[in-house]
């Protein structure tokens, strides 16, 4: 990503006022704070969860799922039944005689066995690539199932495999899964881009405004980083495509990647802190939205 260069003097100042990276997290809505090697994910209603090496989180319809993980069996990817049907709807029955259930989806009816690979959609025999299986309690299918008989998009996102620019956890595999939506229903690249510039544009100069007062009333010179404020004006006028994921475009602005919805246009900021992964909500009123583009700077 470009570089800009940040007075070591300004650094001092926003930390002096905003310590540690959990402070800087804490002024916007966190969607999620992910710590690779401290092992634990911060959810946005702040419940602290420790996670293992093999955790894979899971999106569905933009909202990562808690305390959920797809897993790997026999290199196929499975994924918790339970949590997608409490997630989008579908109405599950489980009959404990026959080891057997049956998903109701829309009036799609779907009958499996745990440990076979065989199922009976609205009565015509299918297999899918793996049997169900019960892990912990809860029932397991291949993550195909999801995209094949259950009619969602699903994608899965490996940094090892598709680069790291392209999810907005990209330090570690990530599953989408969303509802199908009609093209037009979409909101256009170029229309995402010019909404993200613009909330951003509104962001710094409120951010000029908050940081000018607290100069003044700590008996600094107001405009002794107006350069700098302009540079990051510049940055988010060069804003650029970067590339997408599931329901996200991503946007590259200098140590900040700039998340939109496709489907509801909201805005985030991705950016790395220390061993940590931030993703915040973009509020122009937020007085510590900025902060961390100067301090990672």
């Known amino acids: 990503m470009k570089k800009l260069s940040i007075l070591i003097v300004l650094t001092v100042f926003l930390l002096s006022a905003c310590t540690s990276a959990d402070e800087l997290s804490g002024r916007a809505e966190s969607v999620i704070t992910f710590q690779t090697e401290s ?24 909202k990562i799922i808690k ?10 990817s499975l994924i918790p039944l339970k949590v997608v049907s409490e997630e989008v709807g579908i109405n599950v029955v489980w009959d404990d005689k026959k080891n057997e259930v ?28 793996l049997e169900s299986t019960i892990i912990d309690g809860l029932v397991y299918l291949p993550l195909g199932f999801i995209s094949e008989y259950l009619d969602r998009t699903v994608e899965c996102f490996n940094p090892n495999i598709h680069g790291e620019n392209n999810s907005i ?10 509802e199908k939506y009609e093209n037009d229903t979409i909101i256009l690249k170029e229309k995402a881009l010019e909404s993200a510039k613009s909330l951003c544009f509104e962001g710094i100069e409120n951010y000029k405004i908050s940081l000018k007062d607290n100069l003044k009333s700590n008996g ?31 946007f590259d602005m200098y140590a900040y990647r700039v998340v939109v ?10 950016y790395n802190m220390g061993l940590a992964t931030y993703t915040v909500k973009v509020d122009v009123n937020n007085p510590g939205l900025y902060t961390p583009l100067f301090i990672i700077g």
């Open 67 to 76: 305390n959920a993980s797809m897993i790997i069996k026999n290199n196929i």
């Open 102 to 129: 049956t998903i109701d989806d829309d009036g799609k009816i779907i009958k499996l066995m745990i440990g076979k690979n065989t199922i009976i959609v609205n009565e015509e025999e299918k297999h899918m690539d």
């Open 220 to 250: 600094e010179d107001p405009d002794r980083f107006n350069k700098d404020i302009e540079l990051i004006k510049k940055s988010i006028n060069e804003m650029e495509y970067e590339g997408e994921i599931s329901r996200y475009y991503i």
């Open 39 to 62: 092992n634990f994910i911060i959810y946005s209603d702040g419940e602290k969860v420790e996670i293992d090496e093999g955790y894979i989180p899971i999106y569905i319809d933009g």
């Open 261 to 270: 919805d496709k489907i509801n246009g909201e805005v985030y900021f991705n």
């Open 169 to 178: 956890i990209n330090t570690r595999t990530v599953v989408y899964i969303d």
